[in-house]
């Protein structure tokens, strides 16, 4: 599994966010100067995060985004998958409920695919955005 841009910038302004919202909304502009981010893009990865309910956005002169949870609640795997769609590395329907793949009942390897699929969701899944945040601190000396 390759992340695109998508996913990579998207973590990193979520970090960038929780770290710069403890104070009030941040704006997408100082997100993207901290982050070397285009202000376009960054608008288009915050609307899916929006949408996806881990940001809200606040209006007026001061307004900005803040985190629509606390990041202790946020995971992510939420922040890829609102971005990203879905992680798995193998598409194998023979992994389905109801499976398409004409070789699903001898084929062995699609156990392989499952266990990679839930080692990735697993990974993402148990790091949440306050833990990176305290690393974003320790790293950055704040």
Known sequence: MKLSTKGRY???A?????VHSETGPVSIQS?????????????????????AGLVTSVRGATGGYRLA????EISV??????????LDA??????????TCKASQKCVTKYV?????????QAVDTIMIEQ?????????GL
């Open 10 to 12: 998207g973590l990193r």
């Open 14 to 18: 979520m970090v960038d966010l929780a």
């Open 31 to 51: 997100i993207a100067n901290r982050q070397d981010i285009s202000v376009s893009y960054l608008e288009q990865l915050v609307g899916k995060m929006r949408r």
């Open 69 to 72: 949870k606390s990041p202790s």
């Open 77 to 86: 795997g939420d922040v890829l998958r609102a971005l990203e769609g879905t």
């Open 90 to 99: 193998v598409d194998c329907p023979g992994n389905l409920e109801v499976s």
């Open 113 to 121: 695919w499952k266990k990679i699929n839930e080692s990735i969701s």
């Open 132 to 140: 990176l945040v305290q690393e974003s601190k320790k790293v950055n």
